[in-house]
């Protein structure tokens, strides 16, 4: 079969140009420039109702971005009489169901036992009275994920919408992890002898995202002491900060050469 017509109906958010564009797109490239091929019309290509699917499916996408989460995408189709001589035709549309925009009511986080609800929220790019969007619950999904204090991967958002107004409630699930971790180890040097290390690294510390590492290195002929500690929110501020402190005492001595 053969595409004849492409239409769009009963759609007001979008014009009809940039929902036709999914599914008819352009041909571009170095002979369309020198004015060979042009572009790519919807009629008579062969067509391909996987690709008609699909289209219908990332227009769905669009308008649920735009707040639009209640939007249906109704694919029609409708094979067209066969005149001799002629390929079999049909006539495709979408009829667009739109419906009210749903705005977020509320943004909640389950989970965080050990990590303030603010560390959270703050990687969070939705408020509520914000209309919904589904890449931005994506976006947060993918922020939130990308701290490293909870296990992965996590829970998909939780989705609530109110079966009176439409808005939706938007939970984000999260598990926590274990973050500190310690580290120690022996060398033998023929400078230092004997000699040693401890340390302890926590990105989370006081379950708000600031981070500190102590390390001591110690022996016979050296003593450090390092310490580190950065806060990305000073205060609960946009103003981040970090402070490293040590103290260096190694006693260097060299063997006799020749």
Do not use: C
């Not at 929902?19 to 290509?45: D, K, N, T, V, W």
């Not at 094979?79 to 495709?92: A, L, M």
């Amino acid at each position: 079969y053969q595409l004849a017509n492409f239409s769009i109906e009963g759609n007001q958010e979008f014009p009809d140009t940039v929902l036709a564009h999914y599914f008819i797109a352009e041909r571009r490239g170095l002979l369309s420039e020198l004015g060979i091929g042009g572009g790519q019309q919807a009629g008579g290509r062969v067509f391909d109702q996987v690709a008609f699917e699909d289209a219908a499916e990332q227009v769905r996408e669009l308008y649920a971005n735009e707040g639009f989460l209640y939007a249906q995408i109704v694919p029609r189709i409708r094979k067209n009489p066969v005149e001799p001589g002629k390929s079999p035709t049909v006539d495709v549309a979408w009829e667009i169901r739109e419906g009210v925009p749903a705005y977020v009511r509320r943004v909640a986080v389950v989970g965080n036992n050990y990590t303030y609800d603010w560390v959270v929220r703050d990687r969070v790019f939705l408020l509520p009275g914000d209309r919904y969007s589904q890449a931005r619950v994506l976006q947060s999904y993918q922020s939130i994920n990308a701290l490293g204090f909870f296990e992965t991967p996590m829970p998909p958002p939780d989705i609530r919408p109110d079966p009176e107004t439409g808005d939706v409630d938007i939970i984000f699930n999260v598990r926590e992890r274990q973050t500190g971790s310690v580290n120690f180890g022996t060398s033998v040097g023929g400078g230092y002898g004997l000699s040693g290390f401890v340390g302890y690294e926590q990105p989370n510390l006081f379950g708000q995202a600031k981070a500190g590492s102590l390390r001591w290195d110690f022996g016979r002929y050296l003593s450090n002491m390092e310490m580190s500690f950065s806060d990305p929110a000073l205060f609960m501020s946009s103003v981040s900060g970090s402070i490293n402190l040590f103290n260096a005492r190694d006693r260097f001595f060299q063997f006799a050469t020749g």
